[in-house]
């Protein structure tokens, strides 16, 4: 009965611990996925790399520019690809502590603790890789990042307002006052009834 209380409390610990700091795979151009809580905040006020390599001419980055945030972006990437590979490794090993009949508290708990660790570096080498992205940019092309998101999001907003209107009208049959019904036919013309 222990074993089982036990081995389900650690489970449970390396399921709350992995929703916590739950990412996936290296995305192409090998950053993280949204890597849980810091994450989704710090992807509100940066923009990622190969983004910003891409609209590059929108922009105006340099040449420099060009070359730094590619070399940055290329170092990060490796970077990133070996620890998710690690954090791999190390929840393989857990597994395997796991499933002994056994149960080894300590290794386990020591094992949960280094692949949270490992996944909370992930976080902070990627905003700072961010950050060091974010430097090497001119006030002027913030300031259009700013604007090309502004833009997007308004782009993104309308697009769900108009789907929502449209489903509405469809929902109502297309009754409403932005409804495309045919005019109601003419009253007869009283010329024609005398």
């Keep these: 009965m222990t074993k089982k209380v036990t081995s389900i409390v650690l489970v449970s610990a390396l399921v709350l611990t992995i ?44 040449p420099d520019q060009v070359a730094k945030i590619e070399k940055m972006n290329d170092q990060f990437s490796e970077a990133s690809i070996k620890l998710h590979a690690n954090i791999q490794i190390a929840e393989i090993k857990l597994k395997n502590i796991l499933s002994k009949d056994n149960v080894d508290r300590k290794a386990a708990e020591n094992m949960i603790r280094d692949i949270a660790k490992m996944k909370t570096d992930a976080q902070v080498d990627r905003i700072n890789f961010m950050l060091d992205v974010k430097s090497i940019l001119t006030p002027d092309q913030v300031k259009k990042i700013q604007e090309l998101r502004m833009n997007r999001m308004r782009d993104v907003r309308d697009k769900i307002r108009d789907k929502i209107r449209d489903k509405m009208r469809d929902r109502k049959g297309g009754q409403g006052p932005n409804a495309m019904t045919p005019p109601p036919p003419p009253d007869e013309d009283p010329k024609d009834v005398m």
């Excluded at 151009?29 to 949204?34: A, D, E, K, L």
């Excluded at 810091?38 to 609209?55: K, P, S, T, V, Y």
């Design 19 to 62: 929703g916590i700091f739950a990412f996936a795979a290296p995305q192409q151009g090998g950053g993280m996925r949204h890597a849980g809580f810091g994450m989704n905040m710090a992807e509100r006020f940066f923009i990622r790399a190969e983004m910003l390599l891409r609209m590059k001419d929108q922009l105006g980055l340099t």
